[in-house]
């Protein structure tokens, strides 16, 4: 496979670059340092995987994804950072990000991305349920919704709006709950669903989302 690497920091991108380029079915074919210079690289080399720092000086790697999808709707990006957010790994979903993973857990990168090459949407670190804290979890490119799951009809509203990246003030005035209300449901939802954060609750939801 063929793969970008951008990322403002050069140690980072030579780092990446070396231990990529080291497995025998990868080739780094081109490196960038900022988000406008990731999209004109994609746009010039057209590699089969884009791995995108999120955070780069002059336009996010979020914003890149965005105008490199919107030239290649069939553009495969996995995004790098330091740590889990919220918002940054709801919007690399809905724009259709192949992958989400943590800079640290660097012996995980090649596999994750072998994973994406075979279809699949590959979390890691501290953003996957159930997580393994190495091995990226696979996403897979469908899912169903589970009639099994014990959530209740509020419940699940409140799910699919985390999901979306709407905090708790919006939360409450779309459903006409107080944030307190919110707030509880979202602990009955953890609870329940054995997961840790909203970062999760957004995961567990998208994986049920049909494709």
Not at 77 to 91: E, G, I, M, P, S
Request: hydrophobic share 45%.
């Amino acid at each position: 496979m063929r793969v970008l690497i951008a990322d403002d920091d050069p140690i980072v991108v030579e780092s990446l670059a070396t231990i990529l380029g080291a497995q025998p079915d990868i080739e780094v074919v081109g490196t960038a340092s900022s988000g406008p210079e990731a999209q004109a690289r994609y746009l010039e080399l057209s590699p089969d995987i884009a791995l995108l720092d999120v955070r780069m000086p002059k336009g996010d790697g979020l914003a890149a994804g965005e105008a490199i999808m919107a030239a290649d709707p069939a553009a495969r990006l996995v995004y790098l950072t330091t740590f889990a957010d919220d918002d940054y790994l709801v919007r690399a979903l809905r724009l259709g990000a192949k992958g989400f993973l943590i800079k640290q857990e660097a012996r995980a990168i090649a596999p994750a991305l072998r994973e994406v090459m075979a279809g699949q949407t590959v979390l890691a670190g501290e953003v996957a349920p159930q997580d393994k804290r190495i091995r990226p979890q696979c996403l897979g490119t469908s899912a169903a919704p589970d009639p099994r799951t014990p959530l209740t009809e509020r419940e699940r509203a409140i799910v699919a709006l985390i999901a979306e990246g709407k905090d708790n003030r919006e939360i409450a005035s779309e459903l006409h709950l107080s944030e307190g209300t919110v707030r509880n449901h979202i602990s009955m939802v953890l609870a329940k669903l054995n997961l840790k954060n909203r970062t999760q609750i957004a995961v567990w939801s998208w994986r049920r989302r049909p494709r």
